[in-house]
């Protein structure tokens, strides 16, 4: 019987799959990880703080992905788990 907290998390599992795996969502990302490249390697040597900028724009991309594939694996977790449980008991 699952929980109430790992219902809300194979929710979230569920939406953070379907939203990576949406097309339209990838190419922005993909978009807009190749422009923040190309505005930091672009920029002038006396530009730091456009720099940093940039960075930290990329670096919230890849936590907002990386946030999303977490989501996912947390999901997998419980749904595994579950039929691990399944399992153990059909043995029994």
Known sequence: MRTDEQERL????DN???????????KT???????????FVNSKPDEAESR???????????????TLNQQVAVRDQIMESEQA?????EEE
């Open 16 to 26: 953070a799959e379907e939203l990576l795996s949406n097309k339209a969502f990838t």
């Open 10 to 13: 194979i929710s979230l599992g």
């Open 29 to 39: 990302i993909n978009g807009l990880v190749e422009a923040t490249y190309n505005a």
């Open 85 to 89: 449980g399944d399992n153990s008991q």
């Open 52 to 66: 940093e900028r940039t960075y930290n724009h990329y670096r919230a991309l890849v936590d907002v992905v990386n």
